[in-house]
């Protein structure tokens, strides 16, 4: 397949944006872990326990602790080769490596001249080798796991400040530890970091007593709103962000369909999971406790997000009877000041879901260098055409600038 870039392929057209003028901001994307992103942030006492490739059993693989396997054959996580092609086959993706991958999945350099060729200002990134919400670090101690949450922000952060401004990865939170999370939560914002990325359904997992940890509208978790409210970070929930929500090629297809198949289907049924976490949110009255948070639904969609909403609405008064008096707002209410999707494949009249969802509520990703990534990416100056030059310049830049606190000039 050609290597069409976003320019080339149209992202934008000089008849109706200024390329100088406008910066676009990819909301979703990830950057494969270096190899040795931990080793070379590890304090001498874990170097053996952090994550790192390895042979275990007799496969090169990430693992953790020593001998715990997190990345079996040490994928990197793309599907963009060395020659700037994509990998459409999941039987394909597999035994990639870090030598067959193009060298913009997991390095700075060559990360920031894709984004050249391609006309984008700066991307949002997002984790692989610890989960998408952090929740391989759950294989491990408290301990260990602390440490590696916090190596891989301190690594990310150097990331950020060696890109000039234009890689914003979002901070891993020690979800396990309230007390915890406010702390990372302050160290991340302290390094500049723009946002962070949480497990949605920690109350899957227990604490060190082995008691069940409360579910995220529980009071338990009020001191991380209440330091993500005054520092004004947003809290973005991934898809696949917990053990809950995962399910790559498992429960979703039936037995009798090919696994490459059930890959695809089950890629889908990932986004409606941020549907849960989403009304779980907005229904919780996490939301009148502090009105200002920000989350961010992301690698969603939002085609799925003006159903739900108005079903949101019409079975919350239509069932909740007196405890509907207990939300200070209607639930698409809540959507529309409290949450943001993101979009990227998406092209059945984009323009006017856009326009239901709220452009305000909406920003543009790539989900660089994933399977489902846009690469080549289609034209997405024609697909906003419905849109005003105005909203357009919001959903490909602006939206994100303002969420993430990005710069601009």
Known sequence: MQNTTYWEAGLMTTATLDRSALKIIDADTHLSEPPDLWLKHAPAALRDRVPQIKTWNGRRSWVIDGDKPIGLGANPFSAIRKDGSKILDVDDFGPMTYD????????????????????????????????????????????????????????????????????????????????????????????????????????????????????????HWDPLWEVCQALDLPINFHIGASEQSMDWIGSQGWPSIHHAIRGALSGSMLFFNNGRVMANIIFSGLLDRFPKLKFVSVESGIGWIPFLLESLDWQFY??????????????????????????????????????????????????????????????????????????????LSGNAARVYDIALT
């Open 100 to 219: 067959t991958v193009h060298e913009g999945s997991y390095s700075l350099a060559p990360r920031l001249a894709e984004m050249d060729r391609c006309g984008i200002h700066a991307q949002i990134v997002y984790p692989n080798i610890l989960g998408f919400g952090g929740q391989a670090a759950a294989k491990v101690d408290a301990g260990l796991r602390l440490a590696c949450t916090e190596i891989y922000n301190d690594g990310t952060a150097e990331l950020q400040r060696d890109s000039g401004g234009r890689l914003f990865p979002m901070a891993l939170l020690p979800w396990w530890d309230v007390q915890g999370c406010v702390r990372e939560v302050e160290r991340a914002h302290a390094m500049g970091m723009k946002g962070v990325n949480i497990n949605s359904d920690p109350h899957t997992h227990r604490d060190e007593q082995g008691e069940l940890l409360p579910d995220l509208a529980a009071p």
């Open 318 to 395: 239509g069932m909740a009877g007196n405890h509907a008096r207990e939300l200070q707002l209607k639930p698409s209410e809540y959507f529309a000041r409290n949450f943001y999707g993101c979009f990227w494949f998406e092209n059945w009249d984009i323009s006017a879901t856009i326009q239901k969802v709220g452009v305000d509520n909406c920003m543009f990703e790539t989900d660089f260098p994933h399977p489902t990534c846009l690469f080549p990416v289609d034209d997405v100056e024609a697909r906003l055409g419905g849109l005003t030059v105005e909203d357009r310049a919001k959903v």
